[in-house]
């Protein structure tokens, strides 16, 4: 196991371990061509807040004012969770990134994998120069793939399931839609490890059914990017977040009497039946 140990001058240079890449880097590369960022309309320029032309015009007025303040860059993490239909995901730890065993076996399954994880890190090198336009969205997009597929693995681990927790408590993935659940905070759930495959689903500990999330953009998140096995973990980790007492179940009733049995039988396997 292997860690990278990297300050910020690093991480602006060169990760270590880049030089799987086809052809070689040159570490001290001209400032110039580090300072373009990754060009276009992509994360970079959203990130930095503005164009030059405004960083020049707040550096003068802060010379002129006699004070000395930097903008507080925001992370491509940061940045990626907040996201309008991001408000599932949770920040996952940078070192929990840079570690090479957390990610094993995920360079298969990721196209521009070196490319896509210096994004994530916020790493430039000369070579994202190279990229043309479309190349460059390619690797934004499977930055956000990389990325959902790391955060599947983080928020298994005792500080992923912390973070998420403190969202739960918070009701940040929504109420159970059912009416007898009383309003019960729900927990995200994949229905396949698989990227691609299926969409991101909510999970009730109080009737142990899953639902679509309410929200149209937070529905259309990947599944597998919260995989099958976080919530019931969580639950496990966590029993005192199980709800107690019995399961509420609604009597069906035809002028204030209840069905008969036999009837009431004959419904119950109707529903079940229709159930998805």
Same mark, same amino acid.
């Given at each position: 196991?292997?860690? #990278?140990?990297?300050?910020?001058?690093?991480?602006?240079?060169?990760?270590?371990?880049?030089?799987?890449?086809?052809?070689?880097?040159?570490?001290?590369?001209?400032?110039?061509?580090?300072?373009?960022?990754?060009?276009?309309?992509?994360?970079?320029?959203?990130?930095?807040?503005?164009?030059?032309?405004?960083?020049?015009?707040?550096?003068?007025?802060?010379?002129?004012?006699?004070?000395?303040?930097?903008?507080?860059?925001?992370?491509?993490?940061?940045?990626?969770?907040? $996201?309008?239909?991001?408000?599932?995901?949770?920040?996952?730890?940078?070192?929990?990134? !840079?570690?090479?065993?957390?990610?094993?076996? $995920?360079?298969?399954?990721?196209?521009?994998?070196?490319?896509?994880?210096?994004?994530?890190?916020?790493?430039?090198?000369?070579?994202?120069?190279?990229?043309?336009?479309?190349? !460059?969205?390619?690797?934004?997009?499977?930055?956000?793939?990389?990325?959902?597929?790391?955060?599947?693995?983080?928020?298994?681990?005792? #500080?992923?399931?912390?973070?998420?927790?403190?969202?739960?408590?918070?009701?940040?993935?929504? #109420?159970? %839609?059912?009416?007898?659940?009383?309003? !019960?905070?729900?927990?995200? =759930?994949? !229905?396949?490890?698989?990227?691609?495959?299926?969409? =991101?689903?909510?999970?009730?500990?109080?009737?142990?059914?899953?639902?679509?999330?309410?929200?149209?953009?937070?529905?259309?998140?990947?599944?597998?990017?919260?995989?099958?096995?976080?919530?019931?973990?969580?639950?496990?980790?966590?029993?005192?977040?199980?709800?107690?007492? %019995?399961?509420?179940?609604?009597?069906?009733?035809?002028?204030?009497?209840?069905?008969?049995?036999?009837?009431?039988?004959?419904?119950?396997?109707?529903?079940?039946?229709?159930?998805?």
């Amino acid at each position: 196991r292997h860690t #990278r140990q990297r300050t910020r001058e690093e991480d602006r240079t060169r990760r270590p371990g880049s030089d799987r890449r086809a052809g070689s880097q040159d570490q001290n590369h001209d400032d110039s061509a580090r300072g373009k960022g990754r060009g276009g309309d992509g994360w970079d320029s959203k990130r930095r807040g503005g164009s030059n032309r405004e960083s020049e015009e707040a550096s003068e007025e802060e010379d002129a004012d006699g004070s000395e303040s930097s903008e507080a860059e925001v992370s491509w993490i940061q940045w990626f969770c907040s $996201l309008q239909g991001n408000e599932f995901f949770t920040e996952v730890a940078e070192d929990f990134v !840079q570690d090479d065993f957390n990610l094993t076996g $995920l360079g298969t399954q990721v196209p521009y994998y070196d490319y896509a994880l210096d994004i994530i890190l916020d790493v430039e090198t000369p070579q994202d120069e190279m990229l043309t336009e479309q190349q !460059q969205e390619l690797v934004e997009s499977a930055a956000e793939v990389l990325y959902g597929l790391i955060h599947a693995r983080y928020i298994l681990t005792n #500080r992923g399931m912390q973070q998420m927790l403190d969202k739960y408590k918070k009701g940040d993935f929504g #109420r159970c %839609p059912r009416v007898m659940c009383e309003g !019960q905070a729900v927990l995200p =759930v994949g !229905q396949s490890d698989v990227p691609h495959k299926l969409t =991101v689903k909510v999970f009730c500990p109080r009737c142990q059914d899953v639902y679509h999330p309410k929200s149209s953009r937070k529905a259309a998140a990947d599944g597998a990017y919260f995989g099958t096995s976080f919530p019931h973990l969580l639950l496990q980790a966590y029993p005192e977040l199980v709800p107690e007492g %019995p399961l509420q179940l609604y009597v069906p009733r035809i002028y204030g009497f209840r069905l008969h049995a036999r009837g009431a039988e004959s419904a119950a396997s109707q529903n079940a039946a229709a159930r998805p």
